[in-house]
Structures are given as structure tokens and as C-alpha cells.
């Protein structure tokens, strides 16, 4: 999957068969929140989500900025690897 990565409006994006999956964050006091995560219903339940989140989680942990989430599906995903709680 090839993302994009929207630096200024804090957004990544993955365009996928004629779809567009994307997670929305921001940055502050040293963290990276993600706000939202959306992936069109065609493509849900194929790891979409899971491959955008733990890229937008991997650009905070080379920034040196602590992945956070308001999201519920980022949060969940952060509980499920606690590697990413350091």
C-alpha cells in the first residue's frame, strides 16, 4: 500500500481500488493523537486501517513524539501492541 502523507494537514492517506482510506491526527505537547481513522465499507475488515495506523504511529516514534489516541480504533490497535507505548 503506498500512503500519503499530508504533513501540513496532519492526514495519511491510501488510495486502494478506486477508494480512499485515510487517518486524521494531531500533534501536541510531545504526542501524536489520532483523531480518526476511516476506511470506505469495501475495504473494511482487509487490515487497511491496521497498515495506516502503524505507519502514522511508526512517523511519531521517529519524530520522537509518543503515539496517542482519541480514536477508537487507535486506541484499541495501541492496547494491542504495547510496543508502542514507550
Not at 494531531?26 to 504526542?31: C, K, M, P, Q, S
Not at 491496521?50 to 511508526?58: N, T
Not at 495501541?78 to 508502542?84: S, V
Request: proline share 5%; net charge negative.
Amino acid at each position: 500500500m503506498e500512503f500519503n502523507h499530508d504533513l501540513k494537514n496532519h492526514r495519511v492517506s491510501a488510495a486502494i481500488d478506486g477508494e480512499t482510506a485515510f487517518v486524521e491526527y494531531e500533534l501536541e505537547e510531545g504526542e501524536l493523537n489520532i483523531l480518526h481513522t476511516y476506511v470506505p465499507s469495501p475495504l473494511e475488515g482487509k487490515g487497511y486501517a491496521s497498515e495506516l495506523v502503524e505507519f502514522v504511529y511508526d512517523f511519531a516514534l521517529s519524530q520522537n513524539l509518543k503515539p496517542a489516541a482519541t480514536c477508537s480504533y487507535a486506541a484499541k490497535w495501541l492496547q494491542r501492541h504495547p510496543e508502542y507505548s514507550k
